[in-house]
């Protein structure tokens, strides 16, 4: 059974950093295309950042661009985003995702909440 498990979420002020990572069983994320959504309360989720499984071309949502990083190490078959100058506009509970598109993935994970405090 295909499980993406994400982690790294937690409490951090305003300007701070944290880094997420996503793992996969039975699934290699060098097949797919990744993304990461997050969901704020009371709002639907949105797309933050994802990379094309062809190419490893990056996208961003214009919120995070230049503060967030999407990679992937194929190696440990993990999936990560790296969140920097953190804004509590940015506290949600983010979602790694993969799929055959970026914007609408098939596979997701069960979210890691992320506090950004002001």
């Known amino acids: 059974q295909v499980q993406l498990v994400e982690s790294g979420g937690g409490l951090v002020q305003a300007g701070g950093s944290l880094k997420l990572s996503c793992a996969a069983s039975?699934?290699?994320?060098?097949?797919?295309?990744i993304s990461w959504f997050r969901q704020a309360p009371g709002k639907e989720r949105t797309f933050v950042a994802g990379?094309?499984?062809?190419?490893?071309?990056?996208y961003y949502a214009n919120s995070v661009k230049d503060r967030f990083t999407i990679s992937r190490d194929n190696a440990k078959n993990t999936i990560d985003l790296q969140m920097n100058t953190l804004k509590p506009e940015d506290t949600a509970v983010y979602y790694c995702a993969a799929g055959r598109s970026i914007a609408t993935p098939q596979l997701w994970g069960q979210g890691t909440q992320v506090t950004v405090s002001s």
């Open positions: 039975e699934l290699s994320f060098s097949t797919y295309g």
């Open positions: 990379m094309l499984r062809s190419t490893g071309e990056t």
